[in-house]
Structures are given as C-alpha cells and as structure tokens.
C-alpha cells in the first residue's frame, strides 16, 4: 500500500486531539489481492473553518435600536449578541467578546457606526461600513456603573449617566472622557436628604441644545443648563420614573411612572405637572385617584402636522387584570387602542419620517421587541394592523427537535415548495412594504439550491429555502393533523408515553429527488409523506399496527480475547418462510388487564382534507406489549424506488412494504444475528414495571432557563437530528451527566404469559409467495467472521471502560439504516438490492431484499427479505453508511422521479415511470457489473472501508480515542467525496475517501448541550449548520473557497444616504430669534475649556475592529495581498467620501444661492414698513 503523507493536515490541530486517532492504520492484504488505487483529489488546503451566518430570532432580547436614515435596526441580548437587520436577505450578526448582557444601543445617525453599552459597564463603538463590523474603540468605566447613555443627532459627544446619578461625556471620536461632569449632589435641590437614584434618562431640548433633561430614578427631573452649569428647572413627583419623552417643541415633556400614570410637565412650571394619566386606571366617581396599575415600562410621545399627537406606552395594565397577555398602548387623540403581544415587551421604538428632533416627527410604525418575536406595527392604517415579517425569525416558533441539511437539491424543489407553502399565508396584514430596507444584498456566485429541514415539538415540520446564506420559509407541515387531539386538558390519552409533546418529531428521512418524506415521532409513530400538488380528501387514513418486543437480558460480552468462532454456512441463505403479519390487532388489554395492542395516539377516523404539499401515504404505529409502552425509534429510512420503509428501536426492527402496505420484517435485535450472536445474552425475567416516561424532556444542565429545554428523546434511546445519530445522545447525557436511566422490568402475572408473548413475538415476519410452518427460532447463515480485531474486542462492551456499568444497562439499538444496491454476500456477483443495518454495539448486518418486476406486479406480488449473514464490526455505535464505486465515486440510493400520483396517466406511461430506475448514478458500476464496490462504515470511535464483494477492510481510521463522534456525514466537496465528523470534544473532522487520510481536524466548540448535539449536520459542498440557542441557527463552513468567497456573498449594512433637510426655521423665528438653539459642544466639553477627565474613571481599549485591525493581524503572502486589497478599498473609501461631500457642498452653494437670490427678489421693492 501507498502511505500517505498526513504532515499537511491544517495547523489548527491542537493538542488536545488524541495523537492516536491521527495515525493512519491501512490493513494489509495478502499479495496478489491488492486494492486498486483510486486517485484522490482532496487536499488539506482544500478545508478551512469558518462561521457564514446567523439566522433566526435573537436569544434573549435586551435592547433595540434604529437608524432613521439608514433604516437599519439593531438588536442586542444578554449574552452580548448584537443582530442587525437592514431588507430582507441583509442580515448581520455581531459578537461582544465578554458575552455581557448589552444594556442599550445608539447609532451614530447616518455615520455607519453604532454605540452598545453593556452591563460590564463598558462602551463600544461598531464600525458598521464592513461588511462584518467589527469593534474601533471600548470604554470601560472602572468606579461607576453605566445606566443610561444618549448622543444626541449629529453630534460627537455621548453623554453617560451611572448609578451613582452623575453624567460623564465621552467623545464619541476618540472614544475619551470629557473634563465635564454633571455631579448628582449639583443637579438636585440642596436642601434633599435623600440620593435621587440612578439616572433612568438623558435628553436635549429639541429647541435648545444647551439645555439637558435628566431623569433620576427616584422621581426627580432635572432641566441642566450645560452653559451655565447649573439646574435651571427641577421636577418632582412621588413614584419612581421609568421613561421620559419630549414634545417636539421641546415646551412639555411626558414621564411615565411605577404606580402607571403618565404626568405632562411645561418647562416653566416645575410646581406641578399640567396634566396626570392613568391610561388603564379605573376612574373613581367621587373624584379619588385612580387605582393604581402596573408600572408603564416605556413612554414615547410623538407629534404630526395633521392631528393629534401620539402617545405610545407599554405596560401600565390594572393589576386586577391577571393573565392577561402584555399590551402596547397607542393614544391618539381621543381614542386608545390596546394592543396584545404574544410574548413579554423588551422595547419599542417608533419610526418616525425625520431624524431632526425638533421637527413634527410623523411616525408611521412602531417596531416591538417582544421576548420571542419582533413585531412592526403601521400607525397609519385604521385599526394599526401589523406587517408581514419577512425575517427567518419563527424558527422557534415551536421548540425545534431536529434539524436536516440538504445542499444542491433539484432545481424544482424550491419552487413546487414555494408554490404550495404561498397558500398557507396568513391574511390582514398591513399592504405597506416592510419599512427597514437599509443595506444592500451581497453578490453570491453560489447558485445551488440548499434546503433546510426543521422539526419541532408540536409535530410541525418546516422547509426553509437557504439558498445563498439566506433564509426564508417556503413550507410548513403538521403531522399531528392526522391523530385524534383531546379536547380539554383533563383528557389526556392514557396510551401517551409523553406528557407533554406527543407529536414532536424525532428523526427526518427525506428523498429529494423523488420528494418522498418520511418522519419518526417521539410517541413511536412513523408516518410517510408523498408531494402532491392536488389536493384530496382521504376519506380512511391508511394505518398499520407494529409489535417490537425485547426479552433477552443485558449484554455480555464473550469473555475471551476471540470472538466466538461463528457457524459454517448452511446450504440455503433463505429462512424459513413464514405467512405474512396479520391485519393490526385491535385488542386493548391482555388476559390479566395489561394494556396491551394499543398504540399511544389515535389515528383520525373522519375524512381527512388534505392541501396541496405533502399528504399522508400511511401512518405505523408501534403498540404497547404487555403492559409496557413502545421504545422510541432510534433510526428510520425510506426509499422511493423500492417502496419501502424501515426504522428500528432498541427493541429491534420493523419493515413495511408502504405501497402494499404491508409489514415485510418485525425483527427483535438479536434475531438479526441468529445463531451468529457473539455476545452471551441470558433470558429476561419478566418486567414488573413500566418504563420512565420519555419523550423530549428536559435534561438538566444546572440552572437552566425554560426556554433553554433541551428536548431530547430519552428512555434508553435517544434521537438527534438523523436517523443514524441516536444512540449516541444517550451516551452522551450518561458520559457527561453521569446519570443513567435504567429499563424497567415488564408486568407480567406468570410463566405462562411470557412464553404466550414470547410465542408471538419471536417470529421473522417475512413475505413469502407461498406459506409454510412459522420458525420460532431463525438460524442466519452467514459468510463472514467479525471482523474483529484482538484490541479491539474491548469495544462492544462499553464506549469506554469509564462507563462499562452503564452501557451494560443499555441495549443493542438500531443506530443507522441504509438502502442500496450493492454485494451482499462474498459470493455475490453482482449487486442487488439490500438493506444496511447498523446497531449501537458497533455491528453492522445486511438483510437481501427480493423485489418483484415494477408496474402492476409490484402492487401484487410480495417483496421477499431474508437476512443474508454478512456481519461486519467496528468500535462504537454505528452512526453513518455509504457506498462507492470503483472509481471512488458516491452511489446513491435508488430513487423514483417525482410524479403527480393524484392525476390518473396513460398506461403506456404508467407502465414507463413505474420501472425501476438503476441505483447507481456512475456509468462504471452498472455497466461492468464485474467491479467491486466500496462500503464506508463511520461509527462513534472509527471509520472503515470495505472492499465488497470480497469483505476485505480496505482502509481503517481511528476518530478519536478519547471522546465520540457525534455526527458524521458523506458529503461531496470540489468534484470529490470525504467523511466529515463533528466529535463530542468539539472537534470538526474531515478525512478523504476512500483511504481515510486526516484532511482537517479544528478544535471549533465544545458540546455544551444537547441541543447542538441532536442538531449538528454537514451537508455537500463544504456546509454545516447547528442550532447555537433555542431560537438561531449558526451555518457554518468547512470549504477553502466558499471562505474566500464569503466577503463577497455578505450583504452591505451601510450604503451612503444623504441626510434629509433640518426643519425650516420660518423668517420671524429667524429674525427674532426662537427655534432651534445650537450649542457649540466643542468649546464646552473640549479638554481646553473642561479639562481632562479622571484617569482612574475609565479605561480606554482599542479595538481590533476596522482597516486598521485587519491590518495588524495581517501576515505572510496572504496577508501581504489582504493588506493590497484593504489599502486600495481604504484608498477608494476615502476617495468616494471625498467625492460625496464635494457633490454634497456643491448642492448646499447652489441652494444657498438659489434662496439668497428668491430672497432679493422678494424684497427688493419694498419698503422697510412693508416687511
């Protein structure tokens, strides 16, 4: 064999990666039975890590903000995320290094550049003229905590107020404290005893620049004369301040207060407020207070030219008014409209047509930042409906419970998705078009369709367009439609094995091509799906009824260091026939009272109407057995060309034939092996009680909030976002929370009654022409030892001796299922079609299916399966199978094309369609049916490669040593194929195929929950993706050039807009002075009038943002053109600013003199009187 040179492996392999798995360990042949060489073109310089985008709703909202001009919105979390959002497709995700919650947000109006102030007391100003903005300056302020910060429009100087109640001033250029300081114990009387509290609010007059409104917490306001520096004006009042909010005019200013009133100042009349609200007070008749409310979190007060003002509030609510649900509150005028939010207000702004505060403000929308959602209200339609959010944002909209990844899908996809999701829209929303429509969209040169998949807890399943690193629904379903729902409460089934979610989905098994669907969910149920663009009323819902049983107790492992020698084969490789299942029992309770036969949901009994998009081909249901309730499924795969269903559990595995309807296969575990076992089970004595409830519970993590709920499937299996990922996430929670959940034992009365069930259920279900005497016992020839190596033989026993006492406890599972046409036996061929079945102890075994010609025939005459003997081994669950061709080339499983099935056709092209498709899409194995094939094996600990038909391991890798892979998929990158794995110790993996060279290995996150567990996928062309919180998906790449490629693709957040006109201040203001007065904060708050600030009171940090970030972590040949590159887009950037504010001046000298000269001509005849 020819060794590979694995020195080019990326230099971000860190150390703590076992050295062991990195060793390349090519199994040797005997000479003369060489492997071919397959030439690989795969190289590490081909794979580079890097994030793409965000999508999806900000994880715990705190603060909101927006750029009038720019029409960009911001919004921050407590975990110092910062989203940004400008039109549809432009979207931008930001990330503050200490992870501190972000306690408010102020753009730099117009100017690119956005301040976030966090709860770690610190100032950060964000470059937003990149593409991916980055931090210029941070503050941090070392004696005081930051509550409260204003920059008032087209200015530099940001005022900061802290808890102490004291304003400092920082340069928003420089980033550095001003002299000045505005100190509590000056602004309040001085006769007050008391501390005022925390400064809750700063403004300007809109009318006088030099005049600043500060709002202490306690209830004081206080006028600040920033010349004079002293208070001109102080306000007080009696309950606590939470908002403040100007008159245009800047004569009156609202408060909004804990008690929730609202009380109405003048300026000049600091006795007493002019007017006080109670917005949702009850007015007393005899002329008492009102009682008092909640508190009204936030004021705005909002002015037109037309009407009345606006006042807009949140909270308030009477507190007798329990349950009810939070409410925006928008006055006008003499009417008050009340509107509910599903969820919690963070903020709210609103949206008004000018920057200029002094100016009639217009608005024309509020934006809401509710707790899960963000919600645009139009303030000028009658009834204030809402507008359509074209935002990716309802991702959560139910707890997603597993995710699937699908790039370079049919180019039909996405529009026959489109088409039938377009129907579902709801209607009644506002006919304006979406007011934030900042940015520019990137100029992507990927065109490839990509699909996301999401299933969620109440059984919904969503199909998002991810084309381009965008995000957009195209279709929703729900699979609960088809179950019977209790109508109150009180009337749980007592067949649930779940308390809550009985319809959350499991695991997505999905044919693009033939458009096929098919879904496992959390209460045993598998259900079939097929694409129609019809729509048709199903008057009986097709329904099958499985029994899976389990009676043999834990495994044991054989205890020498061989395996047992396995039989010589026996002269046929068929079983003995045996007549086909009967019709679903309908029994619900065994002899001694034992729920027994019955499936935990009920299936629909009425007509089903069913719109166009995916419609129910037929629903499986496994049913409780004796008193015990169904095991979850653990893996599931359908295939369109064979008509055929399969999913296992860790009671074993169940086939269905889904045009006929029909179960072909209904297999216990260790009946897959048959005399074959290498392991020594004993019987299990009967169970005496029932299993733990499972479902998508919550695992505990500590303290964790409800809506962080990892809902994982559980109860001996668990299932992640695949068919082949499930065991895995049990192991998971045992390794890392050290806690395991044992099985329990099955009710039954005697003897008697075991061996009743064991009579029942130890038969091989398996269609036959013909019938004959049922086999008890099945006994599998086969052509294969294990291929078992010595060392090895620890692995079966236990992922890692740690937890040998806990995996024990666990049994074999179905881990992973695979349909293909391939060598089944040694002695094969050619290939045929066959089943793939992986198990959790490392097992892989192979089942031969028969099936019959295509057209009529294949709806009546039966599909013949007979496990065909072929045993294959490795360490760990398996998680992951693929075959290749001679050449080195994927061979997909066999597909049907997608067809309407619901308009009747023409029998000669009934007759056409209906023939098999061959399976594999290379020329190479279907014409010369002599070459070998290649089967990749990826379980939890190791990867293989085997030669077929001749069995032999070809190639061997060693993952990792000391953790488990995850996830791992085939996927095809640059005209090429690898494995890519993603490791429980947050290593993303990639090795070439078939020899198994290391191609990457980046330490990239550790596994911190399940949710990223159940979620993770690699999909073609160098994408990833995985849920990062309960509401956002994190895409991610692992390809050289789609990194290269990412600038480009990213959308512009910043695009120059001139800034609207300041207010015409009318000639009488002008001449007699009145309107708007500038202040000259230059001269006030500079270092040569106000002196230099306090070093000790805040510290400055650059920051690694801008030009001049990238520039210092710029090195080598590629930095040296990086830097080329940012020199001449510096160099342009500077040029086209020159250029704007040329054209910008020239505009002002021509209006200047436009008016000057309308101005003499005005006034040139007159006299002075006539003025």
């Known amino acids: 064999m020819r060794k590979f040179n694995i020195r080019k492996v990326l230099d971000g392999l860190t150390a703590g990666s076992s050295s062991a798995s990195q060793q390349q360990q090519p199994q040797q042949h005997p000479p003369g039975n060489r492997e071919p060489e397959i030439q690989e073109t795969l190289q590490s310089e081909h794979f580079q890590l890097c994030k793409t985008v965000r999508h999806g709703f900000p994880y715990q909202p705190s603060a909101l903000a927006f750029d009038p001009v720019q029409k960009i919105l911001a919004v921050g979390t407590q975990t110092g995320a910062l989203r940004l959002f400008g039109r549809p497709g432009v979207e931008c995700y930001c990330q503050h290094d200490s992870g501190a919650a972000v306690i408010q947000l102020q753009f730099l109006i117009n100017e690119g550049a956005l301040v976030s102030a966090l709860a770690d007391d610190t100032l950060h100003l964000w470059n937003l003229r990149q593409k991916r903005p980055a931090i210029l300056h941070s503050l941090k302020f070392c004696r005081e905590r930051v509550t409260f910060c204003h920059l008032p429009f087209q200015s530099k100087w940001l005022y900061v107020g802290t808890e102490r109640g004291n304003i400092h001033i920082v340069n928003v250029e420089s980033f550095t404290l001003s002299g000045y300081v505005i100190m509590w114990n000056k602004a309040i009387e001085l006769s007050s005893k008391s501390h005022p509290g925390p400064v809750v609010h700063i403004s300007d007059n809109p009318m006088d620049e030099g005049k600043l409104l500060i709002g202490f917490e306690s209830g004081t306001v206080v006028l600040w004369d920033l010349k004079s520096k002293k208070a001109d004006y102080r306000y007080t009042y009696d309950e606590a301040i939470h908002s403040v909010a100007w008159h245009h005019e800047g004569k009156q200013f609202i408060c909004s207060h804990s008690d929730g009133t609202l009380t109405i100042w003048n300026v000049r009349s600091p006795a007493k407020p002019v007017q006080t609200i109670t917005p949702h007070g009850k007015q007393l008749k005899d002329g008492k207070k009102p009682e008092p409310c909640k508190p009204i979190l936030k004021v705005e007060f909002k002015t037109t030219r037309s009407g009345e003002p606006f006042i807009i509030l949140s909270g308030g609510l009477s507190y007798d008014t329990v349950g009810r649900r939070p409410c925006l509150t928008v006055m006008h005028g003499k009417s008050t409209a009340v509107l509910e939010m599903d969820y919690s207000i963070v903020d709210f702004l609103t949206l008004c047509e000018t920057p200029y505060p002094n100016d009639f403000q217009e608005p024309y929308a509020v934006v809401v930042l509710l707790e899960k959602d963000l919600v645009l209200i139009d303030l000028a339609q009658n009834g204030y409906p809402i507008f359509e959010n074209p935002y990716p944002l309802s991702i959560h909209e139910s707890p997603v419970t597993c995710c699937e990844y699908f790039a370079d899908c049919p180019v039909d996809l996405i529009p026959a998705l489109y088409s039938v999701g377009a129907r579902q829209k709801r209607q009644g929303y506002s006919k304006k078009e979406w007011p934030i429509n900042g940015g520019n969209w990137g100029l992507g040169s990927q065109s490839y369709p990509e699909i996301i998949i999401t299933g969620h807890a109440d059984g919904s399943i969503k199909f998002w367009d991810a084309s381009a690193i965008t995000l957009q629904v195209l279709y929703k379903l729900k699979t609960s439609k088809v179950f019977e729902k209790s109508r109150n409460k009180d009337e749980k089934p007592n067949t649930d094995i779940v308390d809550e979610d009985p319809y959350a989905i499991q695991i997505i098994s999905w044919c693009p091509e033939s458009r096929m669907l098919c879904i496992a969910g959390v209460s045993a149920h598998v259900i079939i799906y097929r694409f129609s663009k019809q729509e048709v009323i199903t008057e009986v819902i097709p329904m099958l009824e499985v029994r899976l049983l389990y009676e043999i107790s834990d495994v044991e492992t054989p205890e020498g260091e061989q395996a047992p020698p396995l039989p010589t084969p026996v002269g046929s490789a068929n079983p003995q026939p045996t007549p086909p299942q009967s019709h679903p029992s309908t029994s619900s309770s065994s002899s001694d009272g034992l729920r027994d036969n019955v499936p935990c949901l009920k299936v629909k009994s009425s007509p089903l109407k069913q719109s166009p998009g995916y419609q129910t081909e037929l629903v499986i249901q496994l049913v409780w057995v004796g008193g015990e309730p169904p095991q979850q499924i653990t893996s599931l795969a359908v295939n369109s060309s064979y008509g055929l269903v399969v999913f296992g559990n860790c009671n074993g595995i169940a086939m269905v034939d889904y045009l006929q309807k029909a179960v072909l296969l209904n297999l216990g575990t260790i009946e897959l092996y048959g005399s074959n076992d290498p392991y020594r089970r004993e019987p299990r004595s009967p169970r005496k009680s029932r299993q733990p409830s499972g479902g998508l519970c919550d695992i505990s993590e500590g303290a964790v909030v409800p809506e962080d709920r990892c809902k994982s499937p559980t109860s001996g299996s668990s299932s992640p976002h695949n ?137 009546l005459q039966p599909v013949i399966v007979s496990p065909s003997g072929t045993i294959l081994r490795l360490k760990g669950a398996i998680l992951r199978m693929a075959f290749l061709d001679s050449t080195g080339c994927l061979v997909p499983p066999a597909h049907e094309p997608w067809k309407e099935h619901n308009v009747p056709e023409e029998k000669d092209e009934k007759e056409k369609v209906k023939k098999r498709r061959p399976v594999s899409v290379s020329p190479s194995s279907s014409q010369e049916i002599s070459e070998n094939q290649y089967a990749v094996i990826c379980s939890e600990k190791q990867a293989k490669v085997i030669s077929l038909p001749t069995q032999n391991c070809a190639y061997k890798q060693n993952i990792t040593e000391t953790s488990f892979v995850l996830r791992g998929d085939i996927v095809s990158l640059s005209s090429s194929i690898c494995l890519a794995c993603f490791c429980a110790n947050g290593h993303i993996m990639t090795f070439s195929l078939p020899s198994l060279r290391p191609l990457l290995d980046v330490y990239y996150l550790p596994l911190t929950n399940m949710r990223i567990a159940r979620t993770f996928c690699f999909t073609n062309n160098g994408q990833a993706l995985y849920l990062v919180s309960p509401t956002e998906v994190q895409r991610l790449t692992y390809s050289q050039e789609t990194c290269e490629n990412l600038q480009e693709m990213l959308g512009e957040l910043f695009t120059p807009v001139e800034t609207p006109e300041a207010p015409n201040r009318g000639f009488f203001k002008g001449l007699f002075g009145g309107g708007a007065q500038s202040l000259d904060r230059e001269e006030l708050f500079g270092e040569s009038s106000s002196g230099k600030a306090s070093r000790s009171l805040a510290q400055h940090i650059p920051g690694p943002g801008g030009i001049e970030g990238v520039k210092g972590a710029a090195s080598g040949v590629v930095g040296e053109l990086a830097r080329a590159r940012l020199a001449l887009d510096e160099r342009g950037q500077k040029l086209s600013d020159l250029e704007e504010r040329t054209a910008a001046m020239l505009s002002s000298a021509d209006s200047f003199s436009k008016h000057a000269h309308e101005m003499m001509l005005k006034y040139k005849d007159k006299k002075w009187y006539q003025f």
């Open 723 to 859: 068919s082949d990922d499930e065991q895995k996430m049990n192991n998971f929670i045992e390794k890392v929370k050290i806690k395991s959940r044992k099985f329990s034992k099955m009710v039954a009365s005697d003897i008697e009654q075991k061996l009743v069930l064991k009579e029942k259920m130890s038969q091989v279900f398996i269609k036959t022409p013909f019938t004959a005497k049922m086999s008890r016992k099945l006994s599998l020839p086969t052509d294969l030892k294990p291929d078992l190596d010595i060392k090895d033989n620890s692995f079966s026993r236990s992922r890692s001796s740690s937890v040998t006492s806990i995996d024990k406890e666990s049994r074999e599972a179905i881990s992973a299922l695979h349909f293909c046409e391939t060598f089944t036996r040694k002695t094969d061929s050619a290939p045929s079609p066959c089943l793939w079945v992986g198990t959790t102890l490392g097992t892989v075994l192979v089942i031969a299916l028969n099936l019959p010609p295509g057209g009529e025939q294949r709806l």
